[in-house]
C-alpha cells in the first residue's frame, strides 16, 4: 500500500484532525437549532485520504492517537441582557509545528472580529465585539455593550500555515431587553413648547428613583414630577438647554460591566449635535428649489429616536428631512432633537437653533416720473424698482412693446418726450439665481388737443365710436328728408304760390308727425297715399 501509507507518514496530522472532526459531529452535534454550523476543516478530503481517516480511527480508537486540535467552548446557552456585557471563554490547541496566522469570531456564519499576524484586529458586523484573545491559544471575547441584535450562533475558527480549523459547535446566545433601560415619552397638549418629557423604567428594575440632570451633571429641581417609575419634566426646560443634552439617571445603578471605582457620575458629558443643511447646488435656497436638514452628532448610539421643531411646531422626521419645492413657509429655524436609551440612563440631546432662509423672486415695477401721461417735449423718467434689497450684483433689462432695448441701467430717461416714445413699458432685473420681470407699464403722449397712445385697443375704440356716431348723423338727416317728402302735394311738388285747403287742420310745426324711430307708415288706399295721423302709424 504505498500511496495509502504516503498519505499517513506525509499527513499524519490533518486526517486526525477530520477525524475528530467526524466524531465532533457525532458525539454532540450542532447545539444552537437555529443556527447549525459548518464543524471541522473547511478542506474536503479524497477517497485515498478518507482511506487513512478510517486507519487513524482505528488507531485513536485503541489509544495509538490523540486530538491536537480543538476549541473549548463554555456550555450552552449564555444569556445577557441589552446595555449589559457578556465574556464568552474560550480557548483552542492545535499541534506543534503549526503557526496561527489569523482568528476569527462569526455570528450566524458572518465574521463581527478577526486578528492576523499582519494587519491586526479588525471588526465586521459588530464593532462592540473586543477579542480578548491571542495568536497562541485563547480565544475569549467580550461583547460590551450587548444590543438586542447580538443573539445568534456563535463559531470560533482559526487558520494555520495549512489548514483552517472551527469549533465543533456552534456557541448560542440570548439577549433580552434590560428592566433598566431608560426609555422616554412625550405628553403634548399642542405646539411644540407644550406638554411634557419623561424618562421611565420597567417595574423589574431595582431603583430608588429616576432624575433628571442637566449639563453641568446638576439635578433638574424643577422638574414636573419625580418618582420610582417615571420623571417628567416640561417642554420649557428642555428648549432652553439648547445646545446641550438632558440626561435621565436611575439611582442606585451600578454598570457591572465597568471596573469598580469607574462609575460614570451624572456629569455633563454633552454629544455635540447640530443641523446641517444640503442643498442641490451652491448659493441660497430659492422658491421651489430642494435642501435636506441633516441631524448629526460626533457619535453614533444603538437606540436613538429623532424628533425635530421647525418655528415652534412639530416636524416629523428622523436623522434627517428632505424638504421638495421649498415654499417660503419652509424657511425658519430648525432644531432636531435625540433622544437616546441606555441602561440606567438615557439622554437627550438637543442642537442649536438653525435658521434657513427662503429666497423668493423679486417682485419690479416701472414707476414713471411724474407720471405715466405727458405731452410732447416734456421730460419722462422710468424707474426699475425691486421690492427688496437682498439681491445683488443685479442686470437691467428694458423692454418696450415687448421688443429688447439696448438699454441696461435701472432709470430709462426721456429729456423731451415724443408720440412715438409711447407704449408698453417692462423692466428685467437678472442676476445668477434668475431674473424677474415687471408688469407692463403704458405711457401715453398728449399731441396738441388729442392723445396719442400706441395701443390698438384703445385706437381700435375710439374709431368704431367716431364711426358710429357718424352713421347715426347720416340716419337722422335721412329721416329729415323723407318727411320732407311725405308733406308734398300729391301728384307733384308743392307749386309757387299754391295754397293749402284752408278747411284742413294747420300743422304747427314742420316736425309734428314725424314717426318715432322704429315706426312705418302704413298706406291708407290704393293710390299709395298715406296718413298722416300719428295714430295711423304701425308699430
Same mark, same amino acid.
Given at each position: 500500500?504505498?500511496?495509502?501509507?504516503?498519505?499517513?507518514?506525509?499527513?499524519? =496530522?490533518?486526517?486526525?484532525?477530520?477525524?475528530?472532526?467526524?466524531?465532533?459531529? *457525532?458525539?454532540?452535534?450542532?447545539?444552537?437549532?437555529?443556527?447549525?454550523?459548518?464543524?471541522?476543516?473547511?478542506?474536503?478530503?479524497?477517497?485515498?485520504?478518507?482511506?487513512?481517516?478510517?486507519?487513524?480511527?482505528?488507531?485513536?480508537?485503541?489509544?495509538?492517537?490523540?486530538?491536537?486540535?480543538?476549541?473549548?467552548?463554555?456550555?450552552?446557552?449564555?444569556?445577557?441582557?441589552?446595555?449589559?456585557?457578556?465574556?464568552?471563554?474560550? #480557548?483552542?490547541?492545535?499541534?506543534?509545528?503549526?503557526?496561527?496566522?489569523?482568528?476569527?469570531?462569526?455570528?450566524?456564519? $458572518?465574521?463581527?472580529? =478577526?486578528?492576523?499576524?499582519?494587519?491586526?484586529? %479588525?471588526?465586521?458586523?459588530?464593532? =462592540?465585539?473586543?477579542?480578548?484573545?491571542?495568536?497562541?491559544?485563547?480565544?475569549?471575547?467580550?461583547?460590551?455593550?450587548?444590543?438586542?441584535?447580538?443573539?445568534?450562533?456563535?463559531?470560533?475558527?482559526?487558520?494555520?500555515?495549512?489548514?483552517?480549523?472551527?469549533?465543533?459547535?456552534?456557541?448560542?446566545?440570548?439577549? #433580552?431587553?434590560?428592566?433598566?433601560?431608560?426609555?422616554?415619552?412625550?405628553?403634548?397638549?399642542?405646539?411644540?413648547? #407644550?406638554?411634557?418629557?419623561?424618562?421611565?423604567?420597567?417595574?423589574?428594575?431595582?431603583?430608588?428613583?429616576?432624575?433628571?440632570?442637566?449639563?453641568?451633571?446638576?439635578? *433638574?429641581?424643577?422638574?414636573?414630577?419625580? %418618582?420610582?417609575?417615571?420623571?417628567?419634566?416640561?417642554? @420649557?426646560?428642555?428648549?432652553?438647554?439648547?445646545?446641550?443634552?438632558? $440626561?435621565?439617571?436611575?439611582?442606585?445603578?451600578?454598570?457591572?460591566?465597568?471596573?469598580?471605582?469607574?462609575?460614570?457620575?451624572?456629569?455633563?458629558?454633552?454629544?455635540?449635535?447640530?443641523?446641517?443643511?444640503?442643498?442641490?447646488?451652491?448659493?441660497?435656497?430659492? $422658491?421651489?428649489?430642494?435642501?435636506?436638514?441633516?441631524?448629526?452628532?460626533?457619535?453614533?448610539?444603538?437606540?436613538?429616536?429623532?424628533?425635530?421643531?421647525?418655528?415652534?411646531?412639530?416636524?416629523?422626521?428622523?436623522?434627517?428631512?428632505?424638504?421638495?419645492?421649498?415654499?417660503?413657509?419652509?424657511?425658519?429655524?430648525?432644531?432636531?432633537?435625540?433622544?437616546?436609551?441606555?441602561?440606567? @440612563?438615557?439622554?437627550?440631546?438637543?442642537?442649536?437653533?438653525?435658521?434657513?432662509?427662503?429666497?423668493?423672486?423679486?417682485?419690479?415695477?416701472?414707476?414713471?416720473?411724474?407720471?405715466?401721461?405727458?405731452?410732447?417735449?416734456?421730460?419722462?423718467?422710468?424707474?426699475?424698482?425691486?421690492?427688496?434689497?437682498?439681491?445683488? %450684483?443685479?442686470?437691467?433689462?428694458?423692454?418696450?412693446?415687448?421688443?429688447?432695448?439696448?438699454?441696461?441701467?435701472?432709470?430709462?430717461?426721456?429729456?423731451?418726450?415724443?408720440?412715438?416714445?409711447?407704449?408698453?413699458?417692462?423692466?428685467?432685473?437678472?442676476?445668477?439665481?434668475?431674473?424677474?420681470?415687471?408688469?407692463?407699464?403704458?405711457?401715453?403722449?398728449?399731441?396738441?388737443?388729442?392723445?396719442?397712445?400706441?395701443?390698438? %385697443?384703445?385706437?381700435?375704440?375710439?374709431?368704431?365710436?367716431?364711426?358710429?356716431?357718424?352713421?347715426?348723423?347720416?340716419?337722422?338727416?335721412?329721416?329729415?328728408?323723407? @318727411?320732407?317728402?311725405? =308733406?308734398?302735394?300729391?301728384?307733384?311738388?308743392?307749386?309757387?304760390?299754391?295754397?293749402?285747403?284752408?278747411?284742413?287742420?294747420?300743422?304747427?310745426?314742420?316736425?309734428?308727425? *314725424?314717426?318715432?324711430?322704429?315706426?312705418?307708415?302704413?298706406? #291708407?288706399?290704393?293710390?299709395?297715399?298715406?296718413?298722416?295721423?300719428?295714430?295711423?302709424?304701425?308699430?
Amino acid at each position: 500500500m504505498p500511496v495509502l501509507m504516503s498519505r499517513l507518514t506525509g499527513k499524519a =496530522r490533518e486526517p486526525t484532525a477530520s477525524l475528530v472532526t467526524v466524531l465532533g459531529e *457525532i458525539g454532540r452535534g450542532s447545539q444552537c437549532l437555529t443556527q447549525p454550523q459548518d464543524q471541522g476543516p473547511t478542506s474536503t478530503f479524497t477517497l485515498e485520504e478518507m482511506e487513512a481517516l478510517l486507519l487513524l480511527a482505528l488507531s485513536i480508537l485503541t489509544g495509538a492517537g490523540c486530538q491536537d486540535w480543538g476549541v473549548t467552548l463554555p456550555v450552552d446557552p449564555l444569556a445577557g441582557w441589552s446595555g449589559s456585557c457578556v465574556t464568552v471563554p474560550c #480557548s483552542y490547541t492545535y499541534p506543534e509545528g503549526q503557526l496561527v496566522r489569523a482568528v476569527t469570531w462569526s455570528r450566524n456564519k $458572518e465574521r463581527i472580529v =478577526r486578528l492576523t499576524a499582519a494587519a491586526g484586529q %479588525g471588526y465586521g458586523k459588530a464593532e =462592540r465585539a473586543q477579542f480578548l484573545g491571542d495568536l497562541q491559544h485563547n480565544c475569549t471575547l467580550r461583547l460590551n455593550p450587548l444590543a438586542l441584535g447580538d443573539g445568534g450562533a456563535y463559531s470560533f475558527e482559526f487558520q494555520t500555515q495549512s489548514q483552517s480549523w472551527r469549533s465543533p459547535r456552534a456557541l448560542c446566545l440570548t439577549v #433580552s431587553e434590560h428592566p433598566c433601560r431608560v426609555n422616554y415619552g412625550m405628553a403634548r397638549t399642542g405646539g411644540a413648547l #407644550s406638554g411634557s418629557l419623561f424618562c421611565s423604567i420597567s417595574e423589574r428594575c431595582s431603583s430608588s428613583g429616576l432624575h433628571w440632570y442637566d449639563r453641568a451633571g446638576a439635578r *433638574i429641581l424643577t422638574e414636573t414630577a419625580a %418618582g420610582q417609575r417615571e420623571s417628567w419634566l416640561s417642554m @420649557r426646560i428642555v428648549w432652553q438647554h439648547r445646545g446641550a443634552a438632558l $440626561e435621565c439617571r436611575v439611582r442606585g445603578y451600578q454598570n457591572r460591566c465597568l471596573p469598580k471605582g469607574s462609575q460614570p457620575p451624572a456629569t455633563g458629558w454633552t454629544p455635540h449635535l447640530k443641523v446641517l443643511v444640503d442643498t442641490d447646488g451652491p448659493g441660497p435656497i430659492r $422658491e421651489g428649489d430642494s435642501f435636506t436638514l441633516r441631524c448629526v452628532e460626533d457619535s453614533r448610539s444603538l437606540d436613538e429616536f429623532y424628533f425635530w421643531i421647525h418655528n415652534y411646531e412639530d416636524l416629523p422626521g428622523g436623522p434627517s428631512v428632505q424638504i421638495k419645492g421649498a415654499t417660503l413657509s419652509h424657511g425658519g429655524n430648525y432644531t432636531c432633537m435625540k433622544w437616546v436609551s441606555g441602561t440606567g @440612563r438615557g439622554y437627550l440631546a438637543i442642537s442649536p437653533t438653525t435658521y434657513v432662509a427662503i429666497l423668493a423672486p423679486p417682485v419690479v415695477h416701472v414707476v414713471a416720473t411724474p407720471g405715466p401721461h405727458r405731452s410732447t417735449g416734456e421730460p419722462l423718467s422710468l424707474m426699475c424698482q425691486l421690492d427688496t434689497s437682498a439681491y445683488g %450684483g443685479v442686470g437691467f433689462s428694458w423692454y418696450k412693446d415687448g421688443e429688447r432695448l439696448g438699454w441696461a441701467q435701472p432709470e430709462l430717461a426721456f429729456l423731451g418726450v415724443q408720440v412715438a416714445d409711447g407704449g408698453e413699458y417692462q423692466c428685467e432685473v437678472y442676476n445668477t439665481l434668475g431674473k424677474s420681470t415687471s408688469l407692463p407699464l403704458t405711457i401715453t403722449v398728449v399731441y396738441g388737443s388729442d392723445w396719442y397712445q400706441l395701443s390698438p %385697443g384703445p385706437m381700435a375704440g375710439f374709431g368704431a365710436g367716431v364711426l358710429l356716431l357718424f352713421l347715426l348723423s347720416n340716419l337722422g338727416v335721412y329721416c329729415l328728408a323723407r @318727411r320732407i317728402h311725405q =308733406r308734398k302735394e300729391p301728384g307733384g311738388s308743392l307749386q309757387e304760390g299754391s295754397r293749402e285747403d284752408p278747411s284742413k287742420p294747420q300743422r304747427d310745426s314742420l316736425y309734428e308727425e *314725424i314717426p318715432c324711430a322704429g315706426e312705418i307708415p302704413c298706406p #291708407s288706399d290704393d293710390n299709395g297715399d298715406y296718413y298722416n295721423s300719428t295714430k295711423d302709424y304701425c308699430n
